[in-house]
């Protein structure tokens, strides 16, 4: 009965191949999103979905591209693998509450290395 | 754009209390908040601020002053399992949270 669950937890390539991580969440969230963590622990925000519709677009590379085919569901998928790619990849959803609350439910991560 | 100023580290023993201070700039604000999260882990979501004043959770309490753009996360009685990065994060303008880099507390017997 995980919340935000998201595969693979672990993913080892190549440079130059493509690869998909896959998020859903059982909460009924209406967002949801992907995060970076870099070996530094920064957490930047890459992009949100809200009901299906992009809502936000970081500075991110056209190489990554997601999709949410339904609100419960949010998959990353990058071409190209790049050396730089490698960090720990977060996905989340969230609900909006009261004064602009807002409380996110992380999946465990996908740790990505690029060889 | 936001920025989020948060100490690297912080060193205590068991328990001790630790605060976490945490200093933003940005366009537009909704509220901050607090998250948890272990080696290996996923962040955890501690605590959200948008008013003024001390909100307590247990034995953690999470301040905001507004006018000051500043805000702190209080650790007390702290334990083992409280070994931790610690992120604090701002709701602002574009609807986006934006962390900061962190603060990495290790508890000490």
């Known amino acids: 009965d995980t919340a935000v669950s998201q595969t693979p937890k672990y993913l080892v390539t190549q440079m130059g191949n493509d690869k998909s991580i896959k998020c859903e969440q059982n909460l009924g969230h209406d967002t949801m999103y992907w995060y970076k963590q870099d070996s530094k622990k920064f957490l930047k925000i890459m992009f949100s979905y809200n009901n299906k519709e992009l809502i936000i677009n970081e500075t991110v590379p056209n190489r990554f591209s997601p999709k949410s085919p339904d609100k419960a569901h949010l998959n990353l998928h990058i071409n190209s693998l790049e050396l730089g790619d490698s960090a720990v990849y977060f996905c989340a959803s969230s609900q909006m509450g009261t004064m602009g609350s807002e409380k996110l439910f992380f999946g465990s991560g996908t740790q990505l290395s690029v060889l | 754009g936001q920025s989020l100023e948060q100490p690297s580290e912080v060193t205590a023993v068991e328990g001790a209390i630790v605060q976490i201070n945490c200093t933003y700039q940005t366009s537009g604000f909704y509220g901050l908040s607090w998250y948890q999260q272990h080696d290996g882990g996923a962040p955890t979501f501690l605590s959200y601020n948008a008013l003024d004043g001390l909100e307590e959770t247990g034995r953690f309490s999470s301040f905001l002053s507004r006018s000051d753009s500043y805000g702190y996360l209080l650790l007390q009685e702290l334990q083992m399992k409280d070994s931790a990065s610690y992120f604090c994060?701002?709701?602002?303008?574009?609807?986006?949270?934006?962390f900061g880099g962190g603060t990495r507390v290790l508890v000490k017997p």
């Open positions: 994060a701002v709701k602002a303008a574009g609807n986006k949270l934006t």
